[in-house]
DNA sequence: CGAATAGTGTCTATTAGACACTATTGC
DNA sequence: GCAATAGTGTCTAATAGACACTATTCG
């Protein structure tokens, strides 16, 4: 009643086409940015059947001897119209692989979802082309294509997750930024108010989160008292994190 | 300069075939167990070219109309020996997926690997096979085929962040157990030694992590005096986490 | 001046960690 | 008794959260 226990990855004689199906494989980006307090993500109007005129999340297809985290990175760099330079500086998080059948009504298609994380950017938009593309409140990112609805929702969730035991939030800030933005950027995600003095000791009290940049200050919003600048620190994750308030399921 | 932006997922022409390269989709598990104090995972040694003879994570293709999580569940089965019953209910959690191109060196594979927690099994093995089967202690896991060292370490990470803030611990325990066998599955996978009564203080704090069982009492071991039996509780987030101690780089 | 933001200090309730002590079992 | 594990209590240092207060800038 038990098969017997087979070796990984082997097709039982020498890649026999038949033992496996060939798929399709596509990455599918999640790229977030806040801005006016809100939190946005990129989304791109499709210009073809399936799910014609909907939005949906940028990505392609993988290139033949591309890894995912590659095509993610050119199709980042790409849709956000940033050089290549730049948007290999950015946050790139591999989130998880959607492989139902039937989430693309053509074909058979395995997609690696990533989250990107970007500061506030000019608009996307190159070539004046046919397929649109734009900033959307994530509020208003609803009724994507294919399973995109659920890939941002997990994104989000996860993103939520990562501010918390990481220093993943000064991946939404300039290269120096003020305790006000990066104390923006936890409010907008997670969606509380923080206590500015507690958030402030905190932060301060992390080794490698921020460190202080030379010389500048500048003001959140336009307003009030200038405030010193950081830089993001080196540290991977944070000790102790920095927990958002109330219960796991609100 | 950019390229202009694209729609998610469309060829350029209605599925022209040379617009995606087909590839082969697998899953590698990670199955980890707490056996004798020690961590383990289930390798099985491969019968073919490439990597013959060398240990490897058990896997395989998806089918045509699987997703990547049944075809990892029906392999547990298959690996682990258990009915597809009990295979159901035991833990599963996808953990990232790997697409070097040239990370197997037959062909272009995308591999979806998952992590698996079960408790102390009977060893594998249904068919006295070809392909050998077993539990080996995690620190002896060492030069795997393909990129499976790399998979295996990154499973295990995943697996000690997650019982900090989860109720995953419980996945490694028969559905009775008593504090002091949950206890170790902690020391274990995070390789501390933790307090015995602030643990306990802890867990039973955290809402519905575990509830108690009715009746039983057991010996954690053999020795001493008998434990209450608790269950697993519905907790999927703990509240507060359970934080491993010391530093994020050890 | 008032609005707005930055920055500092302080008080208190809670929590984490250390650890002493008792309880129950097998041998 | 001794070894081994379960279970309880308690003390103290550290932390989190609330919040009062001062500082600096613009208009």
Redesign the pocket.
């Known amino acids: 009643m038990n098969a017997p226990p087979r070796a990984g990855h082997v097709a039982p004689e020498g890649y026999d086409p038949g033992a496996f199906e060939p798929f399709a494989v596509t990455v599918d980006l999640a790229v977030f940015t806040v801005r006016d307090a809100l939190l946005h993500v990129l989304l791109v109007q499709r210009g073809e059947e399936p799910y014609r005129g909907r939005w949906a999340l940028p990505g392609g297809f993988l290139r033949p001897r591309e890894s995912a985290e590659a095509a993610a990175r050119r199709e980042l760099a790409e849709e956000t119209g940033l050089g290549g330079g730049t948007a290999g500086a950015l946050h790139l998080e591999q989130l998880a692989t959607y492989s139902d059948p039937g989430r693309d009504p053509r074909m058979r298609v395995v997609s690696v979802a990533y989250a990107a994380l970007v500061p506030d950017l000019p608009e996307p938009r190159g070539g004046g082309d046919a397929a649109r593309a734009g900033w959307t409140p994530l509020a208003q990112a609803r009724r994507l294509a294919f399973d995109h609805d659920r890939i941002l929702a997990d994104a989000h969730d996860r993103v939520g997750a990562k501010l918390e035991y990481t220093g993943l939030a000064t991946a939404f800030c300039p290269p120096e930024f ?4 990066l104390q923006q950027v936890y409010e907008t995600v997670w969606g509380v108010a923080l ?4 958030f ?1 000791r ?1 932060v301060l ?1 992390t080794p490698e989160f921020v460190t202080p940049a030379r010389g500048g ?1 500048r ?3 336009g ?6 600048l950081y830089r993001a620190g080196d540290a991977a994750a944070l000790h ?1 994190p920095l ?1 958002r ?1 109330e219960g796991p399921t609100p």
Chains 1, 2 share one sequence.
């Open positions: 003020t305790l006000g933005e206590d500015r003095p507690n402030r905190k009290a200050r003001r959140t919003g307003r009030g008292k200038p405030a010193v102790p927990l308030p």
